[in-house]
């Protein structure tokens, strides 16, 4: 199963050469151009921790790390993705 996950639309000004020449690597890798630039954004800005898959099981150790967080707010853990995840376990 696929997971979709949401997206910003957003709008970029780019040199027309550039976006001339992404257009073609990326019609050479095989990719919409979106995709294409999506990947170099990603790669540029990188993680500051592993993306979670669904599938990751998580021990209950870790898991209760979270019943020792009362300072966040629940803005505050829905911003942060790693956090709640584990707490919504």
Known sequence: MRIIEAKVQTGIRLNPE????????????????????????ESAAGLDYPKLEP????????????????HYTPDEIAADERLAYLLSK
């Open 18 to 41: 550039l976006y001339n020449r992404l257009k073609i690597r990326a019609k050479k890798e095989n990719k919409s151009f979106n995709r294409f630039v999506e990947g170099i954004l």
């Open 55 to 70: 599938s990751v099981t998580i021990s209950e150790e870790t898991l209760a790390l979270g019943e020792t967080l009362p």
